[in-house]
């Protein structure tokens, strides 16, 4: 039922953050348990498994990842009554593909937050030329990383129509006829623009008996998944830290042991040296390794360095 929420409505920042509560008290208390500390922060929890955490994710972007599934549905799905209706409420955005993202602060519906994350979304989307009916030559992204109005900005500046389809610019057979239309003539800088857009495009070939398609660039079928896009709005900016994924969780041991081991290369295991941070008036004392009696005890020394643990 909670999935079924979240795939319509954009969950109250307040309601997320009270199931992430009731989430982080079940992961460390248990039920009936007492007490107990939060070993590891709820960020790393909830990053990625093969990041360090434990694939919770967040609320909200998960909230995020179930609309987006509207969103690849829209087009694909051009005959359905639900399609039909946003069409008429809402009407066609300017890529021909999408429903209009323009939607006034007073409508009260389901499709209001879900226009909201389409410039997430559109980050993940391809399209594949068929016949270059539908795909806007300058403003879609089909050729290269990026479109073609932002790797040629001063060619995007000057044309007459900037949401021309790619088959009225290049025409119908090979060798193409180049229609381009521009709003004055072009300076030496803007020519040569244009001609290495033209050679990069040389190979390029119509199909003219298959239709334009999008396809989703996180997955290999093409096919939009809510999981690909969960990930790729779950994944950090930052450069991932080096963490023995596989070796702790496909290891062939019990969940509780993987858990243990998972603690273990966060050092966050409840070593003394940690328990006199969290607790010191009930901690032991002095640091000593309860073991060999002679070093301090810290996560590392225990488990890599301790005499006693190297001889087991």
Known sequence: MSCYF?????????????????????????????????????????????????GFGKIALRNVALLGKWLWRYPREGSA???????????????????????????????????????EFSKFTRFVVGNGDRIRFWEDLWWGDQ????????????????????????????????????????????I?????????????????????????????????TVKSFFLALSHCSDSPPVFPTKFVWNSQVPFKVKSFVWLVAHKKVNTNDLLQLRRPHKTLSPNICKLCMRHGESADHLFLHCSLTLGL
């Open 81 to 119: 009554l639900w399609h039909k209706v946003i069409l008429s409420i809402y009407g066609s955005h300017s890529n021909g593909w999408d429903a209009n993202t323009i939607v006034r602060w007073s409508h009260h519906c389901p499709w209001k937050a879900i226009v909201q994350i389409f410039q």
């Open 192 to 224: 040569e623009d244009l001609e290495r857009l033209m050679r990069s495009l040389d190979c390029l070939h119509l199909t003219f008996s298959v239709p334009d398609a999008r396809s989703w660039s996180l997955s290999s079928s093409g096919l939009f």
């Open 6 to 54: 979240l795939a319509l409505f954009k969950i109250p920042a307040s309601v997320a953050a009270k199931i992430e509560r009731l989430q982080r008290d079940f992961l460390w208390l248990g039920v009936g348990e007492g007490k107990r500390d939060h070993l590891v922060s709820w960020d790393v929890v909830c990053k990625p498994k093969a990041l360090g955490g434990l």
């Open 147 to 190: 479109s073609l109005g932002f790797q040629y900005p001063r060619l995007f500046r000057v044309v007459t129509d900037k949401n021309i389809p790619i088959c009225s610019i290049l025409g119908s057979t090979h060798p193409f006829s180049w229609n381009f239309s521009f709003r004055r003539n072009l300076s030496d800088l803007e």
